[in-house]
């Protein structure tokens, strides 16, 4: 069975320091490995997808990596802003199904 | 267009009592997930249709949970019996279903308060 963990569990930085989300999964077999948004009582945001077959997706100031082997991927979010605070999560997706991390909080202090 | 939608939004029942949560999934897409977050935790799998059969229920966690879609567009969940242990949010997704790798999209989510 898939496990994926994500560390931190919580996050707190001041306006302007980068963020760096860590993510790791034990069964390397995946299709594809996404980060999402969650604001508290909302629905997911699809953030970034990133391919089995791709090391890294980038989109304006947020960037993923994947290293399939090693079962590791992480986010990193440049110049962190008030509007970033949520909770992000990490998923891979292995037949149809996505496992999910329980995320991780950040809190991003003005 | 319109994405996933999920009726109600917060359901409040009492334990024993029957629900069922509803899912209509963008237009044309054949395939249809269910999924479980409990406080503090990432969604878990629940159901996968493929339009009208159910190609996974492994998820399921025992025989009081039952989906069903049968024109294989909008689907229903459906809790028997209801446990304070089955208070969570149940979120709905759906893909165009070309393949295991395909992009899910999200519903907002039924929050159920089993009381």
């Known amino acids: 069975k898939q496990e994926v963990t994500q560390i931190p569990a919580a996050l707190s930085v001041p306006e302007g320091e980068n963020l760096v989300l860590n993510c790791s999964f034990t069964?390397?077999?995946?299709?594809?490995l996404q980060w999402f948004r969650q604001d508290p009582g909302k629905g997911l945001t699809s953030l970034l997808l990133?391919?089995?077959?791709?090391r890294e997706q980038t989109s304006g100031r947020l960037n993923a990596s994947l290293d399939k082997s090693s079962g590791r991927s992480t986010l990193y979010i440049a110049a962190s802003q008030p509007g970033d605070s949520a909770t992000y999560l990490c998923?891979?997706?292995?037949?149809?199904?996505?496992?999910f991390g329980a995320g991780t909080t950040v809190t991003v202090r003005a | 267009g319109a994405g996933v939608s999920q009726t109600p939004s917060n359901k409040v029942t009492e334990k024993g009592k029957y629900v069922e949560l509803r899912c209509d999934p963008i237009?044309?897409?054949?395939?249809l997930y269910w999924y479980r977050q409990s406080l503090g935790q990432g969604p878990e799998f629940l159901i996968y249709?493929?339009?009208?059969?159910?190609?996974?229920d492994s998820g399921l966690p025992n025989d009081r949970f039952f989906a069903v879609r049968p024109e294989g567009s909008v689907s229903t969940l459906k809790i028997q019996r209801t446990e304070r242990g089955d208070s969570a949010v149940y979120l709905c997704?759906?893909?165009?279903?070309?393949?295991?790798?395909?992009?899910?999209?999200f519903g907002p989510g039924t929050r159920l308060t089993v009381l």
């Open positions: 997704a759906s893909s165009l279903d070309r393949g295991p790798a395909d992009t899910q999209y």
């Open positions: 069964d390397s077999a995946i299709y594809n």
């Open positions: 990133i391919q089995s077959s791709q």
């Open positions: 998923a891979v997706t292995n037949d149809y199904k996505l496992s």
């Open positions: 237009s044309g897409h054949t395939a």
């Open positions: 249709f493929q339009g009208t059969g159910a190609a996974d």
